[in-house]
């Protein structure tokens, strides 16, 4: 043999370097894919300022940042520290992963340096979506579908080639000595129909609870959008003296808040009364005409009835749990979410964001997948065991 054996330290050195590279290439995936641009064309990374597309030599994965202190080449704008963020997080996520897989392989399994090589590539995938999804979530609140897509295949693929990953804890096939592939399909569909199934039921139901949210009043009351005092603050839309931020209201494309107007005035001049439909970037006045947000002065009137959207989660997140769940099986799919609304209570707390303020949930089910991927089993594996002797 002319190589180190692969449970060797050596290994986690290419394992990082390869996370770091496949970074660098995620912050094209990041930037580009919410606003609808290839990530082939232009097939090199530009200056988001001046456009100039980086050469190679100015383009090594973390390494660029720091020897360019964080500044353009070309234009001297600052690059974000997410994008030298994004390539080390990659990188220690890759090297995790393979200290994961070697640490909980069976020896025999150990000994099949193809099968392990071939077990860490999904979960390398899976980790480069996840990060993807994180990110682009994070600043968009949105989780592109194809993503989530592509993870459940992964899962799929990796519960095939190591039967044992959707069923860590050993729950499911505590019969057995050593699940087959066909028993781990098994359990990585099981764990993605749960996850998303119950996911959706969740948001379903919280929808038919919650979904609209209705002002009534006996008589007409004056309402009115209220412009920015800063850039840091939303528009706000006050009915009664009731007062919303923009980003209570809308969280998708699709929401709309519908007014019921008695009388109606933009900029100041009287309009045609009737149902008004404001959307997060425009308005839909009752005689047809629609009006970008931008271009809005000034919009106020009388109303006796408002319907206002509500979303506690979004389809994404449901998708989301899915791809989780192909991974890490059902049991898995319970941990995260309870792991994850944990992390978000802290993140709100931690942040001091009120209650109604949009948070992005798929960040921190990721959180929770990793939670459980990285030992999370195991806890959860010893205090069911301690209960169970309880009783």
Known sequence: MIYPF???????????????????????????????????????????KCKYHI????????VSWLWLRGKCKNCKAPIAFRYFGVELLTALLFAAVWWFVQGNLSPWELANPSLKLATVLPLWIMAALFVSITFIDAEHMVIPLSFTWATSVAGLVAAALWPR????????????????????????????VIGFCGLWLVVRL????????????????????????????????????EKLGWWDIFYRKTDRLIVECSELRLDGEPVQAGVLTIREHGIELPDG???????????EG????????????????????????AFFGWAGVFFSLFAASLFAIVA??????????????????????????????????WYFESL???F
């Open 348 to 381: 709100a707390v931690l942040g001091r964001i009120g209650f109604g303020v949009r948070l992005p949930f798929g960040p921190f089910l990721i959180l929770g997948a990793y939670a459980w991927m990285f030992g999370g089993w195991k806890i959860a594996q």
């Open 55 to 62: 050469p190679m030599r100015l383009n090594i994965p973390l």
């Open 165 to 192: 990953l959707p069923d860590l804890a050993n729950w499911a096939t505590a019969g057995m000595f050593a699940p087959d592939w066909k028993e781990g399909l098994k359990q990585s569909v099981v764990g993605w």
């Open 388 to 390: 169970a002797g309880r």
């Open 289 to 299: 005409r629609s009006i970008p947000i931008e271009e809005v002065k000034a919009l």
């Open 206 to 241: 919280g929808k038919l609870a919650f979904g609209k949210k209705k002002m009534e009043f006996p008589n007409p009351v004056d309402w009115r959008l209220i412009e920015p005092e800063s850039d840091e603050d939303p528009i706000w839309f006050e009915m009664n003296g």
């Open 302 to 325: 009388k109303s006796a009835r408002a319907v206002i959207p509500r979303e506690a989660m979004g389809g994404g997140d449901v998708h989301l749990m899915g791809a989780i769940g």
């Open 6 to 48: 692969l449970n060797h330290l050596i290994w986690f050195v290419p394992a990082f370097l390869i996370g770091a590279c496949i970074g660098s290439f995620l912050n094209v995936v990041i930037y580009r894919v919410p606003l609808g641009l290839s990530v082939n064309e232009p097939n090199r990374s530009f200056c988001p």
